[in-house]
Every structure is written in C-alpha cells, then in structure tokens.
C-alpha cells in the first residue's frame, strides 16, 4: 500500500505536507528563490509549476501571521546560501485581526503547529497532549515515506488530495458559476459576515503588526524582497466584507519604515466566474491562471 493510501497519513497530511516542504529546503533538495506563506487564499490560489523560478509554498488552511512568521524564521534561520531572494505573503482582508489559536480550529496548533514549532500560540494544552503531538509523528518510517511522497511531487493538491475535498455547500452545489446570483449572494454574504467578526480583535491587530513589523525588517536587512497580496475573490465576497479591514491594511503597510510590494488583485478583475471554487477560493484552472499572471509580476 502506498503512502497515499494510509489513513494516517491522509489524517495528518497538512502537517506532513508542511514539514516537508521545511525538510526540502534544509536538505537543499529545493533551494528556492520565492517563499510563499500566507492562509487556504495561497494554498489554492497559487500553483508553483506556473512560477518560473524555484519556489516553495508554505501556505496553509487557517494559517495566521503568527506561524507564517515561525515558517519563514526558520527559513531565514536555515538559509546559509542565501538562496531566497523574495517572500509572498498571501493574505485575506481580515489577516491581520486573525489568531488561528483563538478559533474553532484552534487544535490544528495542535495537531499541526506544535510539532513543527513548539508553540500552540494562545491555545492552551497539557503536556501529555504536547507529548502526543510530537510522538505520534516521531516514527522514522513514516517520516522517510511522507517525504518521499513530496519529493516526488511538492504540489498540495495531487490525485488524492483534491480541492473540493472538503465539498462545501456551494461545491454541494454545484459550484460557483453553476449557482443562481442570489445564492451566489446568499453564499458570499453569510461567507463575509463570519469573517467580518474578527474586526473586533484589537489585542490581535496589534500582536500581529508587531510580528510582522520584526518580520519585515529581518527580511528587509536580509536583502529579500517583500509581496504583501491580497488573493481575487468574487465580486459577491467583495460587496460583502467590512471595506474598513482594507483600509486598516494600509495604513500598516503604509507605516512601515521597509519597502513592501502591496497588490490586491481585486482592485481588476484578472480572473472569471468560471475560476471560482467558492465565493472566496479559486478552481484548479482559476490557481493556474492566477499563477502565470503571478509569475510575470514575480520575474
């Protein structure tokens, strides 16, 4: 039986997809130009077969700034070659009010933080469970086949891994461009209204200006080039998101005393209808042509 086929595996594929995208780069079986970091928008959105350039995606679901700072630490940390030359964040309007460990998918710091980094951020477990974390993931076996699972091909989505896996009730039915227009309004507004509740998370705002302030200047003292991206939703989503976190993000952006490349790409409509999955992720054929615009701006 193949790897893929394990339901361990399977169960922990996140977080054997992002170890071993760590692995590959400290064993310089990838040495990357491009770093991309950022939530499910990035894992989705880009495909890095499109981009020209060696690069590595770190992007992950409900991933928040506070472990994309501990990826690309480590990164930074582990790059003796000095190999990266520039880093994507690919972001959502509300990522800067966002803390994964205050969350109803808090255990994923857990399951698939803690053993990466150490560190559930404010989610607070035993240290029986923090054992547990680390242990069940421990077997030498296990860690040279996943790795060698994603040797092979480092792309998330694969024959097995799908992106309508997780079928939500606009994939139920019958996806985005198969929809009504009211139910594609009904489906992005009640999307937004969840989302626009994080704009209450002050103490979380300002945590995360302050990571990612420390972030950029180690990045900028390194040499390394800054994108900050917003990823293209639907025009439904759009109406429907409080327009104050899109102000907010400028005027961190804007505060920095570093040279940051900020893009929204929903300020022109680079994708169709026909590219969205859901009011807010894109089809395979929408990531790759998402990418190949990506990659021209990225050259």
Known sequence: MGIEQNPFFLANYDYCYLESMHWLFNTHKVQPEIVFT???YGLESIDCSCISKASLSFCMHSQDIFYDTHHLVDILKNDTEHVVKTVVFALGYYSF???LSRTMFKERCLDIYYPLFGTTHNYYVTDEQKE??????SDETFVDEYHSFFLQDRAYFNDRIKRDAN???VVASGGWSKITQDE???FAKNRALLQNKHIQHKATLEENIGLFYKLCQILSHS???IYVMIMPFSREYIRHINPEYKKIV???LNGLPFEVNFIDFNDEQIVDIEDFLDQDHLTMD???KFSRILNEMLM
């Not at 547990?132 to 993931?137: I, K, P, Q, T």
């Open 184 to 186: 594609r309004e009904k």
């Open 132 to 137: 547990g974390a680390v242990s069940r993931l």
């Open 167 to 169: 079928a939500n009730i």
């Open 38 to 40: 950022g939530l499910s």
């Open 223 to 225: 040499g390394v080039r």
């Open 286 to 288: 929408g990531a790759k």
């Open 97 to 99: 009010h966002y803390d």
């Open 250 to 252: 400028y005027e961190i």
